[in-house]
């Protein structure tokens, strides 16, 4: 059911109408007064209330999705999203820091196959290229929302892993449940627009912003065990990092 709302407009202010109701939307969400997950009665019930057009409701509307404090979802209407998740940069996977923090982690198996590894890939795990690894790729939830898409290389024979293992467990909580002892990790992140397989699995249009990781991940050993390059929905998704003085 639709959360109430009060907007109150002042029709004399310079203030766009538009940007005065998307204004006291976001500031309703601030305050509590519409919590994760609410549904918003849809444009055409909130202009007639409101005694405005359509194109303007639209258009308040659409800033808050761009600002990551609502989501439009198809057959459920305008929603309020989830508390952004904040991950620190550390030696952790997504799963285990999502379920640390209380956000229900879900993931969805896309692939889990032997693969001929591509060329520029197969220097970062140590093996010619062409040989086959295994590769995996998946769609985390995070509270019932599409956060993020992950894809790794393994090399062949590490663990064995199962779809099911995958669905109810993190892949590092896996390798070192087989006896992989990770020591350390090299990690780039940055940013891109989603293309239209991306936009399409994580519930965003296309173009939108997306952060990227790409990690590989060392045993004490010093081998290469694991690669992944995952891109994560900007509007749900941030790192934290602390700096020290040296």
């Known amino acids: 059911m ?9 029709r004399s202010s310079p203030v766009p109408l538009y940007f005065q109701v998307a204004e006291q939307i976001a500031e309703a969400i601030r305050r509590g007064d519409l919590a994760p997950g609410s549904r918003l009665d849809n ?3 909130l202009a007639d209330r ?12 659409q800033y808050l999705v761009d ?7 198809r057959g459920v209407g305008t929603q309020v999203v989830h508390g952004q ?53 998946r769609l985390r939830f995070a509270s019932g929302e599409p956060l993020a898409v992950l894809h790794n ?26 006896g992989v ?6 990690q780039r992140i940055g940013a891109r627009a989603a293309n239209p397989a991306e936009a399409k699995l994580l519930d965003e249009r296309r173009g939108a912003p997306l952060l990227t990781m790409v990690r590989t991940t060392y045993d004490d050993q010093g081998r290469a065990v694991e690669h ?19």
């Open 2 to 10: 639709p959360a109430p709302l009060a907007i109150d407009l002042d």
């Open 153 to 178: 290389w393994l090399p062949i024979g590490l663990a064995r892993l199962t779809a099911a293992d995958l669905e109810g467990r993190g892949l590092y909580e896996l390798l070192r449940g087989a």
């Open 67 to 73: 600002k990551g404090l609502l989501v439009r979802k």
């Open 181 to 186: 002892r990770m020591r350390v990790a090299n």
């Open 85 to 137: 998740v904040k991950r620190s940069v550390e030696l952790t996977s997504l799963y285990d820091d999502l379920r640390r923090s209380g956000q229900e982690p879900a993931t969805q198996v896309l692939a889990l196959e032997p693969r001929p590894v591509a060329e520029e890939i197969a220097p970062i795990l140590g093996v010619e290229a062409g040989t086959e690894v295994l590769y995996l790729e």
């Open 228 to 246: 992944g390059s995952h891109v994560y929905r900007a509007s749900l998704y941030s790192l934290e990092v602390t700096l020290i003085e040296r």
């Open 50 to 61: 409101l005694g405005l057009s359509r194109p303007t409701i639209r258009q308040a509307i």
């Open 43 to 45: 444009e055409i019930l």
